[in-house]
């Protein structure tokens, strides 16, 4: 059985000032990955080998992260793993849609011929075996199978993402974006399975229906009449929608990582930077902390999420905070609740403390 | 692209006085250093060095090297141009061969040397921690005409019978050669590192294959051959950091320089990065229940208990009320609640369950 699995790095909302400048596909996490090495190591350890990328802008950064594709495939020559770009849309707002993106590059997914196509987003951060889901998804005999998770914080989680609403013997019937206001229900995670015949009808759909149609709308348009089959997904998973949440998160990952993303059955793959092991000098003090290769620890650092080659300078103390790679903290510098981006100087202003609510952004290469 | 100069590393030894850590592995393939395995530092050399092509004469339990050696890639050896070639003793028409000495071990892969056209040849030991550009030896060599440029460092009087030891007149030039000498000349010592100019070293390989009566190594045949010819000899003098690591104690005592920050030896230069292959781990996790003081950690270990001075490996786990001082643990190990670790080196995948205490002079292995 060929499968297909794409990332779609469209409609994702983005976690503020972070994803300015680059996907959330190559954003950092965990100070040691980019959030797409979860649904392309998703796809590996499922067995899947013939991977294409949904891309709508920021290139460079995600093209930097994958371009060695052998780090999230097995055998290099069998299968494939594609970059796909709408070169012809990109910049105009509606026109460059996932949806455009695949007619695009209608000669990739021709030449991959697939027997099974599984959609998934990096904005969703969780680990799931497809290999079941496929298997489910077959004998069900749906037309489509879309996973869902259920909450009952959806007043202050899941913005913008979609709520869906699920009928008799799991049918969708209806897909809207969630606004806050209901505080319990179900959100679509934008991961889909079907046959690849059914997909190139959608894709075929949608672009005899509207240029601005993406796979969503296609969903939303023709749910009541067509069976998509709604599975919910019962492990952990994080929707990845905001400044605050991507720290809230992260840091939470500290406390659940025996249970959740991490299992020694399911290795999370990325690329290596060849950095040295970290180095944590006499009277530092680390609790409750992540801390990537290459760092050098001097201060203090307490609940947080510490990248690549990072200084924490003597008596600096770093406290709920995700520092990203090459920032260095100086001596004496105190911070809390903030989220630094990669190649900060934090050198003069003597404390920064945000709120967890709130938390305090420090621009890329930014001197403070 | 032609390559002036290939590198052919003699990584065939066995390292007995590793004791248990080397039972099962070639001593370039043991772990050191947290995230590294030996023979991971002459071949970032190599790669850093902008040499394309290795070779890797393996003999001594070599699976395990083999397996990680691979295409080469780790060390970005395996692009356009390049090659890394595993050269384990075959069998040939004229029978099957083990590698008999150094210079045996390059004398049966001639054929592949010949390949690859190379002008120089430069021979390099698989178990020391250094490093080390040759290109700039090879410039050395260059200038001084030389036939053969031996890597030299300056060593303790008292320890210089361990070593191949030179007496080099004031260019640099080599006037006399001891390997192993009872009573030392000099205490410049060679660091086994030669750079051979090819066409004479394989004439001189062929017929030292002849004698009868030659050990068929470098040290204590070749060289001296070659100096009783007035070949020229030059001394390339290497003042960086340097270490051989032979015994439990010195692999012990190298991963403790990691922890000294004025050791010469910089991983974390990022212009002169050692390379290795990456562990799919999870970043390291340091608990609220650690303690971690003046250590190195590598990606992957989880830390409950309490780290002092020691090298942490991947995937190694500290439990809580562990205490861990002056060690090394290698990856996978696992130290249980409430126990104890000092001047140890804990195995790979080794599990402690009890009290181990060595001495600062008299490191435990424990396995």
């Known amino acids: 059985m060929k499968v297909l699995g794409l990332v779609n790095c469209y409609n994702t909302l983005g976690l503020g000032p972070m994803t300015e400048h680059r996907n959330i596909a190559s954003t950092s996490f965990l100070g040691r990955y980019a959030f797409i090495d979860f649904p392309l190591s998703n796809f590996y350890n499922s067995g899947i080998n013939h991977i294409g990328i949904l891309v709508k802008n920021h290139v460079r950064s995600l093209l930097k992260h994958v371009q060695n594709s052998s780090s999230w495939s097995s055998n290099t020559k069998l299968g494939s793993f594609s970059f796909l770009y709408d070169e012809k849309n990109a910049g105009k707002e509606g026109y460059n849609n996932d949806i455009s993106n695949i007619?695009?590059?209608?000669?990739?997914?021709?030449?991959?011929?697939?027997?099974?196509?599984?959609?998934?987003?990096?904005?969703?951060?969780?680990?799931?075996?497809?290999?079941?889901?496929?298997?489910?998804?077959?004998?069900?005999?749906?037309?489509?199978?879309?996973?869902?998770?259920?909450?009952?914080?959806?007043?202050?989680?899941?913005?913008?993402?979609?709520?869906?609403?699920?009928?008799?013997?799991?049918?969708?019937?209806?897909?809207?974006?969630?606004?806050?206001?209901?505080?319990?229900?179900?959100?679509?995670?934008?991961?889909?399975?079907?046959?690849?015949?059914?997909?190139?009808?959608?894709?075929?759909?949608?672009?005899?229906?509207?240029?601005?149609?993406?796979?969503?709308?296609?969903?939303?348009?023709?749910?009541?009449?067509?069976?998509?089959?709604?599975?919910?997904?019962?492990?952990?998973?994080?929707?990845?929608?905001?400044l605050s949440h991507y720290l809230k998160y992260s840091l939470e990952v500290l406390n659940e990582q025996y249970n959740s993303l991490f299992k020694n059955s399911w290795p999370i793959y990325t690329r290596t930077y060849d950095t040295p092991p970290a180095i944590y000098s006499k009277g530092c003090k680390v609790a409750n902390s992540y801390i990537a290769n290459g760092c050098h620890i001097k201060g203090t650092v307490v609940n947080s999420i510490i990248g690549r080659d990072v200084i924490v300078s003597e008596g600096a103390v770093v406290k709920n905070c995700v520092i990203s790679a090459y920032t260095k903290i100086g001596p004496g510098i105190k911070i809390e609740n903030v989220v630094a981006d990669k190649s900060a100087k934090l050198s003069h202003k003597k404390e920064i403390i945000g709120t967890k609510e709130n938390p305090i952004y420090i621009k890329q290469g930014d001197l403070i | 692209m032609k390559q002036e100069m290939v590198a052919l590393i003699l990584a065939g030894g066995r390292g007995s006085r590793l004791k248990s850590l080397t039972t099962n592995i070639a001593k370039p393939a043991v772990f050191f250093g947290a995230k590294y395995r030996i023979i991971d530092f002459v071949l970032s050399n190599i790669s850093n060095s902008h040499i394309n092509k290795v070779g890797i004469a393996t003999q001594y339990e070599s699976t395990v090297l083999n397996n990680y050696l691979g295409s080469g890639s780790n060390w970005g050896l395996n692009g356009q141009g390049c090659q890394t070639s595993l050269l384990p003793p075959r069998e040939t028409s004229g029978g099957a061969n083990w590698y008999l000495g150094t210079a045996d071990a390059v004398k049966q892969n001639i054929d592949w040397i010949d390949k690859t056209h190379c002008d120089y040849l430069v021979i390099l030991s698989g178990d020391h921690i250094y490093k080390m550009e040759y290109d700039k030896m090879l410039a050395f060599h260059k200038k001084n005409k030389a036939d053969v440029t031996i890597a030299c460092i300056e060593v303790p009087l008292s320890e210089a019978s361990r070593f191949g030891i030179v007496v080099t007149d004031s260019n640099n030039r080599i006037t006399q050669f001891q390997e192993k000498p009872e009573h030392p000349k000099s205490t410049l010592a060679s660091m086994g590192i030669y750079i051979f100019s090819y066409p004479l070293l394989r004439k001189m390989l062929l017929e030292d294959a002849k004698k009868e009566d030659s050990d068929h190594d470098f040290g204590k045949d070749i060289l001296p051959t070659m100096l009783n010819n007035n070949k020229r000899l030059f001394s390339y003098s290497f003042d960086g950091y340097w270490k051989d690591v032979g015994t439990v104690q010195s692999l012990w005592e190298s991963n403790m320089d990691l922890l000294d920050p004025n050791c010469s030896l910089n991983l974390f230069d990022s212009s002169f990065k050692i390379y290795s292959a990456d562990t799919k781990s999870t970043p390291q996790f340091i608990s609220s229940t650690a303690k971690i003081d003046d250590s190195i950690v590598n990606q992957g270990a989880i830390i409950f208990g309490e780290v002092t001075h020691s090298v942490i490996s991947n995937e190694v786990e500290i439990e809580k009320g562990a205490i861990v001082k002056n060690s090394v643990l290698l990856p996978g190990s696992k130290v249980k609640a409430g126990v104890k670790v000092e001047y140890a080196i804990v195995g790979d995948k080794k599990v402690v369950d009890k009290d181990v205490i060595g001495k600062k002079n008299d490191i435990y292995l424990f396995d």
């Open chain 1, 103 to 242: 007619l695009e590059n209608k000669w990739f997914f021709d030449s991959v011929e697939p027997d099974y196509v599984v959609i998934t987003s990096p904005q969703f951060n969780f680990i799931c075996d497809f290999r079941k889901e496929i298997e489910n998804h077959i004998q069900s005999k749906a037309g489509v199978t879309l996973l869902y998770t259920s909450s009952n914080e959806m007043k202050d989680t899941y913005i913008g993402s979609k709520k869906i609403t699920i009928g008799q013997k799991g049918k969708l019937t209806k897909l809207e974006t969630n606004k806050g206001e209901f505080s319990s229900g179900d959100v679509y995670l934008e991961t889909l399975i079907m046959d690849y015949k059914t997909f190139c009808q959608y894709v075929e759909f949608a672009n005899s229906t509207s240029s601005f149609f993406s796979f969503s709308d296609v969903l939303e348009y023709i749910s009541p009449n067509v069976l998509v089959r709604c599975k919910k997904f019962d492990g952990y998973v994080k929707c990845y929608d905001s």
